[in-house]
């Protein structure tokens, strides 16, 4: 390979591949190689989007309008270096030649990992297809992989096929590779924080007619406040965000994680009753902070996983609900896995809520209600029901713990029984002249005040099924028709006033049988 302009020099050690799923948003990619003014191609890239693989480092653009946006970082163990990236048509001899990289960043010797590079680019393919090439250059030697002190890496973002411009109205953008003084209004004028988008944003009067989209371009780590106002939504689906957020009524943030070490990674703020939606795969939460927390409205969270330590990780304050849906909810102190403490409800669907030994499952106080349903309930007290007027209802498949109550609750686990503090209502039917019960009986209430009763068992019940038959009134015979009952086949007839029956069917037997 020749030397490159943006890195100086030539001959560097032979590029790795870079394994990067194409046309999408993508996390960290694959280490590059130690080279010192040499350039990467991407050589290693998956079908997708118009793009076609080709050997050498090379792919393939059918015809059409693109628009491409990718960033590259480093860090250096000594002295000052650079690093950038660049998209080049390797069939146009004048652009491989000048090798005009975007404008890297430079790195004081003082900083180990420095920010991200960045370029973005709108263009035309003609008729026939053009084969393309990523470009990586470094100034100095990279010698170790990137999280040690040294390294290099490289995210592709985002290509789409479409207009030779992507569609902004609206969207405000941020990345690593963005300063705050830039407008915000295109990829390549990012600013640099959330901070500086939003009051774009709130200077442009978001409303119903008038939303505005906090774009973030890039898989960075960021770590400030993100305060989301009304009929925004902060997207940074590839971006890990430290910090305690806000959302207000008909807001959004969707982030690959948040991080919280004390307060609340995100809170509902007091406002109106308006909806407001977290989506975040993963959130990891230490000492005593908190997950999510709505304090008026509603509130929809959805994730994969949420980690704690002594803090929480859903909570409702609101009298309204929140929603959420995460698969596993891990606690390794004391903390507590969902709660309310008002007189709203918390709806809550999950694969498991467990912990290390020493944490609450679900809390519930005031008045309030929760609905729940998860594979896997497992914490040292699976639930504390600590008001008289709170409520839980919960499906769980499998349950342990100290199970502690002073209100209602109602579950049902599969290893547990079924354990009901709280009325019970059951499908009864009173009769007054003869009757064939089917599966969906369950009571049976016949009075023979007026004429002879006869019932009719299900003809096709299931194995256990169970059934309850009284007759209030005998005045006239109040019978059950011909039946195998306890193995003898004949008329039961019912001997006296409020004499009951209950039966239930043996498969094993084919007969009914009286408890």
Request: glycine fraction near 14%; charged fraction near 15%.
């Amino acid at each position: 390979m020749s030397g490159a302009s943006g890195g100086g020099g030539g001959g560097g050690a032979s590029p790795l591949p870079i394994a990067a799923d194409w046309a999408h948003i993508i996390p960290d990619a694959e280490l590059l190689a130690p080279l010192v003014g040499d350039y990467l191609p991407m050589n290693t890239l998956k079908a997708g989007s118009g793009v076609t693989v080709d050997g050498g480092g090379l792919f393939t653009l059918k015809a059409g309008n693109y628009a491409a946006i990718w960033s590259v970082g480093a860090s250096f163990s000594s002295g000052a270096g650079s690093v950038a990236a660049r998209l080049y048509d390797v069939t146009n001899a004048a652009e491989k030649g000048a090798r005009a990289y975007s404008v890297p960043p430079t790195f004081p010797s003082s900083i180990t990992r420095g920010p991200l590079g960045g370029g973005f680019a709108a263009f035309t393919v003609a008729s026939g297809g053009a084969q393309f090439a990523l470009e990586v250059s470094t100034s100095v030697s990279v010698t170790k992989t990137y999280g040690e002190v040294s390294g290099t890496r490289l995210m592709i973002i985002e290509i789409s096929q479409g207009g030779a411009v992507p569609d902004r109205e609206n969207a405000i953008f941020v990345g690593k590779h963005g300063a705050d003084t830039n407008d915000g209004l295109t990829p390549d004028k990012a600013k640099l924080t959330f901070g500086a988008a939003i009051a774009v944003a709130v200077a442009l009067t978001p409303s119903a007619s008038n939303r505005f989209a906090l774009v973030c371009v890039d898989a960075g780590d960021y770590a400030e406040n993100v305060a989301v106002p009304s009929w925004c939504g902060a997207s940074a689906p590839s971006a890990k965000i430290t910090g305690n957020h806000t959302v207000t009524d008909n807001s959004l943030i969707h982030s690959f994680r948040l991080i919280a070490s004390s307060g609340v990674a995100v809170t509902k703020l007091i406002g109106g009753t308006g909806d407001a939606v977290v989506v975040c795969p993963r959130m990891i939460l230490t000492g005593s902070a908190g997950g999510v927390v709505c304090l008026s409205g509603a509130m929809n969270y959805t994730g994969e996983s949420i980690e704690l330590v002594n803090g929480f990780g859903i909570g409702n304050l609101s009298t309204d609900a929140i929603h959420a849906s995460v698969d596993l909810i891990y606690i390794t102190g004391t903390g507590i896995g969902i709660g309310i403490s008002s007189s709203g409800e918390l709806e809550y669907t999950g694969t498991e809520i467990r912990d290390d030994g020493a944490g609450v499952g679900i809390l519930v106080a005031s008045t309030g209600v929760v609905n729940a349903s998860l594979a896997r309930l497992d914490c040292a007290t699976a639930y504390n029901v600590s008001a008289a007027g709170a409520s839980l209802r919960l499906v769980a498949a499998r349950m342990s713990g100290t199970q502690a109550s002073v209100g209602s609750v109602r579950y049902l686990s599969t290893d547990g029984g079924i354990d009901i503090n709280g009325p019970v209502c059951m499908l009864l039917t009173s009769v007054a002249a003869d009757y064939a019960m089917t599966n969906s009986n369950y009571a049976v209430s016949a009075s023979g005040s007026a004429a002879a009763v006869e019932i009719t068992l299900p003809t096709s019940p299931r194995h256990g099924q169970i059934v309850k038959l009284k007759a209030v009134d005998i005045t006239n015979a109040v019978t059950i028709a011909s039946v195998a009952i306890d193995g003898v086949t004949g008329v039961y007839t019912f001997a006296s006033k409020d004499d009951s029956l209950i039966l239930a069917w043996n498969n094993d037997r084919s007969t009914w049988e009286i408890y």
